[in-house]
C-alpha cells in the first residue's frame, strides 16, 4: 500500500509539472500563432499596395512621377549609397575570394567563345555578296564580341548559383550592354546611339 501510495504521489507531482510545462507550451504557441497572423496580415496589405501601386502606375489622371514625391524619396535614400556601395563591394570580395574558379571560367568562357565567334564571323562574311550582306543575319556577324559577351553572361545562374543577389544584379546590368549593341546593329540604327 505503501509503495501504491508513493507511485501515486509521483504520478501526481509528475502530473503537475506537466500541466505547467503544458501551459507554457500553449502560451508559446499563441504567441506564434499571432506572430504568423501579423506576418499574414502585413503580407497581405504589401501585396495589395504593390497591386494597387500597378495598377495606378498608368493611369491617365494620375499625377506624374516627379510630383508625387519621388524627389524627396531619392534624397532620403542618397545619403545611404556608399553605405550600399560599399556593403556591395565587400558581399562580392567575399565571394569572389571565397571561391573564384566560377568567375575565371566564366572568364575564360567569354574568351573563348569571342575567339570562335570573330573567327566565324570573318570567314562568313567574307562568303557572303551582296544582299545576303546587307540582311539582318549578316549584321549579326558585325558584332561577335557582344554576342560572345552576352552568352557568357547569359550563363551567369548555372556559374554563380550561390552568389549575393547584388552580384548577379550587377551581371544582369552589364549583359545589357552586349544586348543593346546587339539590338542596335540588326536594327540599323548603330549611328541613332552610336553603337556602330
Not at 12 to 37: E, G, H
Not at 42 to 53: F, G
Not at 111 to 130: E, W, Y
Amino acid at each position: 500500500m505503501r509503495r501504491v501510495d508513493s507511485s501515486i504521489e509521483a504520478l501526481n507531482a509528475a502530473a503537475a509539472r506537466l500541466r505547467a510545462w503544458r501551459a507554457r507550451v500553449l502560451a508559446v504557441s499563441d504567441r506564434v500563432i499571432d506572430a504568423i497572423a501579423a506576418v499574414d496580415g502585413t503580407v497581405a496589405k504589401l501585396q495589395a499596395t504593390t497591386a494597387a501601386a500597378r495598377s495606378n502606375l498608368l493611369v491617365p489622371d494620375k499625377a506624374p512621377l516627379w510630383a508625387r514625391g519621388l524627389g524627396t524619396q531619392m534624397r532620403g535614400e542618397l545619403p545611404r549609397l556608399p553605405e550600399e556601395i560599399l556593403a556591395y563591394s565587400r558581399s562580392t570580395r567575399e565571394y569572389v575570394a571565397d571561391d573564384p574558379r566560377p568567375l575565371v571560367v566564366q572568364a575564360l568562357l567569354a574568351g573563348l567563345l569571342m575567339f570562335a565567334l570573330g573567327r566565324f564571323s570573318t570567314r562568313a562574311r567574307g562568303r557572303l555578296t551582296g544582299a545576303e550582306a546587307t540582311s539582318r543575319a549578316a549584321r549579326l556577324l558585325e558584332c561577335p564580341y557582344a554576342i560572345a559577351l552576352l552568352l557568357a553572361l547569359l550563363a551567369s545562374p548555372a556559374f554563380h548559383p550561390l552568389a549575393p543577389r547584388r552580384f548577379t544584379q550587377v551581371l544582369a546590368l552589364v549583359a545589357l550592354f552586349p544586348a543593346i549593341r546587339v539590338l542596335v546593329h540588326v536594327s540599323e540604327r548603330a549611328n541613332l546611339i552610336g553603337f556602330a
